[in-house]
């Protein structure tokens, strides 16, 4: 007889009140890893790596080949821009439709500010 049924049986047979269940702290990894990327600041670090690997078809292959997205901060997105000329592009005329799209990707809580940079 093994020895946790044993014991039950002993406690039963002595009329002892049957021990409370433990509730059961086990988590699956899906439960436990955004608790964890947010304790250690690496949920930022996704989205960031998300938005990189998605700013080619957010942009068109033109402007992604002449920017890129260098980091991402407290939902500011920072784009470096390679010439002047797109800068002034980027930031006169496509800001508006960039930033909507990323929203519309992302939502507005990881991204809701678009600053281009040259360098």
Not at 78 to 87: D, E, S, T
Request: hydrophobic share 40%; charged share 30%; net charge positive.
């Amino acid at each position: 007889m093994p020895s946790s049924l044993r014991d039950r049986v002993i406690a039963e047979w002595r009329g002892l009140p049957e021990p409370k269940p433990r509730p059961d702290r086990l988590k699956t990894m899906g439960e436990l890893l955004p608790t964890l990327m947010q304790k250690l600041g690496l949920r930022e670090r996704l989205h960031e790596s998300e938005v990189t690997e998605a700013w080619s078809a957010i942009v068109g292959d033109f402007i992604a080949a002449h920017s890129a997205p260098a980091s991402l901060r407290e939902g500011v997105l920072y784009v470096r821009v390679l010439q002047p000329a797109l800068h002034y592009e980027l930031e006169q005329i496509s800001k508006r439709e960039i930033l909507r799209k990323l929203k519309q990707r992302f939502g507005s809580r990881v991204i809701r500010e678009v600053r281009f940079r040259v360098g």
